[in-house]
């Protein structure tokens, strides 16, 4: 089992920076990829970045160049600094981790609500 809990959200004007957080807790190792999603109101959850195991990371193309995703494996803790907010970037932001191949499993933070004002 994995834990996961999200902080760092809140309300921002645009062009405003914000860092989320998620602390990761039980059995880490066996996870291969961390990554944040986000779900805006009346629309699906999207992945947003993602890192793996073998430090690859990925961007959705929209905030490519404006947000970074990193790990800090001391702390079992994955951030996301989030630059040049927009408005279209308000939603609940949630952290991702998945396991693959033999046992595979999903786990969710409860999210943290970004919201950004123009």
């Known amino acids: 089992q994995v834990q996961l809990v999200e902080s760092g959200g809140g309300l921002v004007q645009a062009g405003e920076s914000l860092r989320l957080s998620c602390a990761a807790s039980?059995?880490?190792?066996?996870?291969?990829?961390f990554a944040w999603y986000r779900q805006a109101p009346g629309k699906q959850r999207e992945l947003v970045a993602g890192?793996?195991?073998?430090?690859?990371?990925n961007y959705e193309d929209s905030v490519a160049g404006r947000f970074t995703i990193s790990r800090d494996n001391a702390k079992n803790t994955v951030y996301l600094q989030m630059n040049s907010l927009k408005p279209e970037d308000t939603a609940v932001y949630y952290c991702?981790?998945?396991?693959?191949?033999?046992?595979?499993?999903?786990?969710w933070g409860q999210g943290t609500q970004v919201t950004v004002s123009s």
């Open positions: 039980g059995s880490t190792p066996n996870i291969h990829l």
């Open positions: 890192s793996s195991n073998s430090g690859r990371t």
């Open positions: 991702g981790a998945h396991r693959y191949g033999l046992g595979a499993r999903d786990y």
